[in-house]
């Protein structure tokens, strides 16, 4: 039996507590507070200023601008006034950066640059620098050695004799150092012996060869400066003043003391109803346990 009034109980506070209307609607909290609040008063006209410090990344449309009450002033807004107190620092810079090409055609290696290039300093300056092409230089970043046989003709003539040993055994040839290695012998005149021809004369065609080679790059390293200014902001503060003008709001503030007059006695009648609907509910939960056991006990006899 107790436990069941105690649920009864609980189930009623609960429905009352439902229907009755809120006791106090929580006020929006702003978005960000004034960091200054200054009133002033001049021929009849009331002032108040709100000053708010930003940072340069804040949305000062968070700044709250709607009218409110204040001491029996009604405020509106006027304006809203910015001082940038931000400090910014400029210097130039400048960053060498280095490449590999195949390639030491400056045509070619503007072609494969980037066109801008963002950069953040160790000292915390930030901006975007252009590549500056009077500066590009191409190291060659190794070599490979190639060799292949050249070679090179002389013709020796008018010879008292086909003997080799009346020829050169190494010639120069565009620079290059070339050795005998071929011989072909011509007659170039000739006597005759008892009727027979005789060589008197000979003319040699010598072949000389010998070795070429070539050193070539097998890549290039480039290098480039990229130039321009960079800045770093020192203070990023800015000041906003939401400037109100204010305007004697006795009527309103009347009518808004009546209100919450009001309201404060809707709400203690509220507050009445709670006790008496629990006795209330409470009664019938008792005297109906009271009937139903009654009822139950006569059905019984009855039987």
Known sequence: MKHRIVGILSAALMLLSMSAPALAAAPPSPSIYPAEVRASEENGVARLEKVYYLTMRDDPAAIPTEDFDREGRHYTLLDVLKT?????????????????SDTKDVGEIIKTLEPELEVVTEDGYNGILKPDYTTITAEAAGYKTSSWTVSASRTYPNLSDADISLLPKSIEDSGRTLTL????????????????????????????????????????????????????????????????????????????????????????????????????????GYFGRKWYKHYINKKRGYE
């Open 181 to 284: 290695a071929d011989v072909d012998w011509q007659d170039a005149g000739t006597d005759y012996v008892d009727g027979d021809p005789l060589a008197v004369r000979y003319t040699a065609v010598a072949t000389y060869t010998g070795t070429a080679t070539s050193r070539n790059a097998t890549g290039y390293t480039v290098t480039v400066d990229y130039k321009g200014e960079v800045s770093k902001t020192s203070c990023d503060t800015v000041v906003y003043t939401a400037v109100f003008s204010g305007t004697d709001n006795s009527e309103s503030l009347a009518t808004d003391t009546v209100s919450r007059e009001s309201a404060a006695r809707s709400t203690k009648a509220y507050l009445l109803l709670i006790p008496v609907g629990v006795i209330a509910l409470g009664a019938a």
């Open 84 to 100: 940038d107190m931000s400090e910014t620092d400029v210097k130039d810079y400048a960053e060498v950066i280095t490449l590999d």
